[in-house]
Structures are given as C-alpha cells and as structure tokens.
C-alpha cells in the first residue's frame, strides 16, 4: 500500500455489484461529515465505496465488498445499535471490524485500536444512514436486531 497524504495508507475501493453500488452510492451521500468529533477525511483513490474519518487512527467503511467471513461465525456476533446488527471480528492489532448482514449491501466498518475510548461508539454515527440507504434482505424496515433491542 502506498501513503496518501496524511500518511494513512490508501484504500482500495471495494468493487460491488451494480444493485449493491446503487446502495453504496446512496450511503455515500448519507454518511455523516463528523464521527464524534472526527471529520470526514476519504481515503485515495475517492469512491463511493470508501469514506474515513480523522480519528487517530482512522476510521474507515467500506460498502459493497465480498461478505465478511467473520459473519458466518456465530459467536461473532457483535452489538445491535440503533436497529441495525453488527457482525465483529478483532483486526489483530487491538481493534475491531464491524460489518452488516442484513443489507443488500455489506457495510464494513474498520475501528483501530485507540481511535475511540469505546470501540463500538462510531457505529451509532453509522446506523441511521445505512437504515436509510441500504434495504435489509428481506425488504421490510425491521430491525435487523433478532432481540428486538436496539
């Protein structure tokens, strides 16, 4: 990987289906410009399958890729915030991936270690936008939440 200009390593840009970049492209235009604090920096190359946020070190989603392994496992199943459910898997380095399974989509959020006092804090950011852009599977606007907590 190559260093972009604020040293971060660049993102390559995940290539989705056209139905799933349609959704990816309307969560582009939904993400928040702000993370708690941290504004919205987008990796290189631009994308609407990428944006990052400025937390040290940054925060970075994806929309469209390949189905995270990681949500085959039941045992990783990670929070539920806002009505929208998270798969969770750590990255190895003391931080965490969080991808959606229930979307049309797939939505990965990656989360290192120290860019938040609480790793799971960003997602709440997240929630509302992906509800809004990207279709559960099943087309209904249920909570993705099998206990109804959100």
């Given at each position: 990987?190559?260093?972009?200009?604020?040293?971060?390593?660049?993102?390559?840009?995940?290539?989705?289906?056209?139905?799933?970049?349609?959704?990816?492209?309307?969560?582009?235009?939904?993400?928040?410009?702000?993370?708690?604090?941290?504004?919205?920096?987008?990796?290189?190359?631009?994308?609407?399958?990428?944006?990052?946020?400025?937390?040290?070190?940054?925060?970075?989603?994806?929309?469209?890729?390949?189905?995270?392994?990681y949500l085959?496992?039941?045992?990783?199943?990670?929070?539920?915030?806002?009505?929208?459910?998270?798969?969770?898997?750590?990255?190895?380095?003391?931080?965490?991936?969080?991808?959606?399974?229930?979307?049309?989509?797939?939505?990965?959020?990656?989360?290192?270690?120290?860019?938040?006092?609480?790793?799971?804090?960003?997602?709440?950011?997240?929630?509302?936008a992906?509800?809004?852009?990207?279709?559960?599977?099943?087309?209904?606007?249920?909570?993705?939440?099998?206990d109804?907590?959100?």
């Open positions: 990987m190559v260093a972009s200009w604020s040293g971060e390593p660049d993102v390559a840009p995940p290539t989705p289906s056209a139905q799933a970049a349609q959704y990816c492209r309307a969560l582009d235009a939904k993400l928040p410009g702000e993370v708690l604090g941290h504004p919205r920096k987008d990796p290189s190359p631009a994308s609407p399958y990428t944006a990052a946020w400025a937390s040290s070190p940054r925060t970075v989603l994806t929309c469209g890729g390949d189905r995270p392994d085959n496992d039941t045992l990783r199943k990670g929070p539920c915030v806002d009505e929208v459910g998270w798969g969770m898997s750590e990255d190895g380095r003391g931080g965490y991936f969080f991808a959606t399974g229930l979307r049309l989509a797939y939505v990965e959020v990656h989360v290192p270690a120290g860019a938040y006092p609480n790793y799971a804090d960003p997602l709440s950011s997240f929630s509302p992906i509800r809004a852009a990207v279709p559960r599977i099943d087309g209904t606007a249920d909570s993705d939440c099998l109804g907590n959100s």
